[in-house]
């Protein structure tokens, strides 16, 4: 029905990042925020159970640990722990009944902003120095070091654990687990890989396992897992930030950065129609039928193609519909244009002085000095009015951009107010300021 099932807001202050589910039973749902705290939900009721704060930076990251294989997680029991990586350069792993932090491991030089959970308590991040570390969530200590030449968006674990497969600028990158070395590189797409994650293969062996790659030029990959291999390209209108695959490969999910979340899904075919269906030499890996499910992104007409100077000729105009020009808006002005083009000039810098905006004030002064109302604009003033316009010029005559307008309305204020001196304390106050101000430059 693609409806929303459940809106988790409570407990998250900021921008939340990495939603996961805890594998086994999915329900606890764990996200981390913006300013670094670590929230665990509950599926069912959607309440905050834990909040989780130790992070002293954005939290990018979270993770359960299973004591599945990589790529079997969901055979898991439900476990009582919690992983996450964040942009103060730590991996944290907490126990989530209790809230309590029990490792802060620490090794990373920049960013954490790629977590997995590699087999048990072993843990693989990536980070913008560069590296993809493996850690013991035991210890609290990092027992390898894997260097990539380039920042790190993503890290996904083989189906076995016993490789890892990281985003690195438009490639992606096979690093053996236990060796720590490189094994292959895949030039995915034309623009960074912003994902990679694994389809698991049938229990049966039917189906083999897959990795996928998101990539910021709108493109969803399918490879295979032995050859690496490219299977299936789907093109996508917007760039993709992540994607994911249902266990039972019915669903293919994708989000992009403009916010959208696509979900396509298999059709159900019958077994007649599936007896009837022409023998095809393509994997039977399930992935293969999302492509009908998936719209041809229309090419948008652009001035550098031919048919854009085309549209529109061959089609027929109705002559019993009316067609109605779109009456021409009038653009909406600020308040102290609307009296410049009045020639109202002390209302335009009282206007241009309630913004607090020095660039507004210092275009209303440009202004009137090309118009010869600066004076005008001066002139009249109680002693409030004029010690707020020498404070505000006071403030800003150390910017270069704007000394010259500030100097030159505070030596109109002092060629009109002059003889005033000592009348007022307030304005006695505002230009003894101005003086040192004056002084001090």
Same mark, same amino acid.
């Given at each position: 029905?693609?409806?929303?099932?459940?809106?988790?807001?409570?407990?998250?202050?900021?921008?939340?990042?990495?939603?996961?589910?805890?594998?086994?039973?999915?329900?606890?749902?764990?996200?981390?925020?913006?300013?670094?705290?670590?929230?665990?939900?509950?599926?069912?009721?959607?309440?905050?159970?834990?909040?989780?704060?130790?992070?002293?930076?954005?939290?990018?990251?979270?993770?359960?640990?299973?004591?599945?294989?990589?790529?079997?997680?969901?055979?898991?029991?439900?476990?009582?722990?919690?992983?996450?990586?964040?942009?103060?350069?730590?991996?944290?792993?907490?126990?989530?009944?209790?809230?309590?932090?029990?490792?802060?491991?620490?090794?990373?030089?920049?960013?954490?902003?790629?977590?997995?959970?590699?087999?048990?308590?072993?843990?693989?991040?990536?980070?913008?120095?560069?590296?993809?570390?493996?850690?013991?969530?035991?210890?609290?200590?990092?027992?390898?070091?894997?260097?990539?030449?380039?920042?790190?968006?993503?890290?996904?674990?083989?189906?076995?654990?016993?490789?890892?497969?990281?985003?690195?600028?438009?490639?992606?990158?096979?690093?053996?687990?236990?060796?720590?070395?490189?094994?292959?590189?895949?030039?995915?797409?034309?623009?960074?890989?912003?994902?990679?994650?694994?389809?698991?293969?049938?229990?049966?062996?039917?189906?083999?396992?897959?990795?996928?790659?998101?990539?910021?030029?709108?493109?969803?990959?399918?490879?295979?897992?032995?050859?690496?291999?490219?299977?299936?390209?789907?093109?996508?209108?917007?760039?993709?930030?992540?994607?994911?695959?249902?266990?039972?490969?019915?669903?293919?999910?994708?989000?992009?950065?403009?916010?959208?979340?696509?979900?396509?899904?298999?059709?159900?075919?019958?077994?007649?129609?599936?007896?009837?269906?022409?023998?095809?030499? %393509?994997?039977?890996?399930?992935? +293969? !039928?999302?492509?009908? #499910? &998936?719209?041809? *992104?229309?090419?948008? =007409?652009? $001035?550098?193609?031919?048919?854009?100077?085309?549209?529109?000729?061959?089609?027929?105009?109705?002559?019993?519909?009316?067609?109605?020009?779109?009456?021409?808006?009038?653009?909406?002005?600020?308040?102290?244009?609307?009296?410049?083009?009045?020639?109202?000039?002390?209302?335009?810098?009282?206007?241009?002085?309630?913004?607090?905006?020095?660039?507004?004030?210092?275009?209303?002064?440009?202004?009137?000095?090309?118009?010869?109302?600066?004076?005008?604009?001066?002139?009249?003033?109680?002693?409030?009015?004029?010690?707020?316009?020498?404070?505000?010029?006071?403030?800003?005559?150390?910017?270069?951009?704007?000394?010259?307008?500030?100097?030159?309305?505070?030596?109109?204020?002092?060629?009109?107010?002059? %003889?005033?001196?000592?009348?007022? +304390? !307030?304005?006695?106050? #505002? &230009?003894?300021? *101005?003086?040192?101000? =004056?002084? $001090?430059?």
């Amino acid at each position: 029905s693609n409806r929303v099932l459940r809106a988790f807001s409570r407990g998250m202050n900021d921008i939340a990042h990495c939603g996961t589910f805890r594998p086994g039973d999915g329900k606890l749902l764990a996200a981390g925020c913006e300013d670094g705290t670590v929230s665990v939900f509950d599926t069912t009721s959607g309440s905050v159970l834990r909040s989780l704060k130790g992070h002293k930076a954005s939290a990018r990251c979270v993770a359960f640990p299973t004591e599945a294989s990589g790529g079997e997680a969901g055979d898991a029991a439900p476990t009582t722990r919690l992983v996450s990586a964040s942009d103060d350069m730590t991996l944290r792993v907490w126990d989530v009944p209790t809230g309590v932090e029990e490792r802060c491991c620490t090794g990373h030089g920049d960013y954490v902003r790629a977590l997995t959970c590699v087999v048990g308590h072993t843990y693989a991040t990536g980070a913008f120095d560069h590296t993809v570390k493996l850690w013991d969530a035991r210890a609290g200590k990092c027992v390898k070091t894997m260097r990539c030449g380039a920042p790190v968006s993503c890290v996904s674990a083989f189906p076995g654990g016993a490789q890892l497969a990281a985003a690195v600028g438009n490639e992606v990158q096979i690093w053996d687990v236990l060796a720590g070395k490189l094994m292959s590189r895949v030039i995915a797409h034309r623009k960074a890989v912003s994902c990679v994650t694994f389809a698991p293969g049938a229990p049966d062996g039917s189906s083999p396992s897959r990795m996928l790659t998101a990539g910021l030029d709108g493109l969803l990959k399918v490879y295979t897992t032995d050859k690496l291999e490219a299977l299936h390209t789907f093109r996508h209108p917007h760039a993709l930030t992540s994607v994911a695959v249902s266990r039972d490969l019915a669903t293919l999910a994708t989000g992009g950065e403009a916010g959208v979340l696509a979900l396509r899904r298999r059709e159900k075919h019958s077994a007649s129609s599936t007896s009837k269906a022409p023998p095809t030499s %393509a994997p039977n890996d399930g992935l +293969a !039928e999302f492509r009908e #499910a &998936l719209p041809r *992104a229309e090419r948008a =007409l652009t $001035a550098s193609s031919h048919r854009y100077f085309l549209r529109g000729q061959k089609s027929p105009i109705p002559m019993d519909v009316a067609v109605i020009a779109d009456k021409p808006r009038r653009a909406k002005l600020a308040k102290y244009d609307r009296m410049l083009r009045r020639f109202r000039y002390a209302e335009a810098l009282d206007a241009a002085l309630e913004t607090r905006r020095a660039a507004v004030v210092h275009a209303v002064l440009e202004e009137l000095a090309t118009r010869g109302g600066l004076a005008h604009a001066v002139a009249g003033r109680d002693a409030a009015s004029v010690s707020r316009l020498v404070i505000f010029a006071t403030r800003h005559l150390h910017h270069a951009r704007y000394a010259s307008s500030m100097l030159g309305v505070l030596a109109r204020v002092v060629s009109e107010y002059g %003889a005033a001196v000592g009348a007022s +304390a !307030e304005l006695d106050r #505002a &230009l003894l300021s *101005a003086r040192e101000r =004056l002084r $001090a430059e």
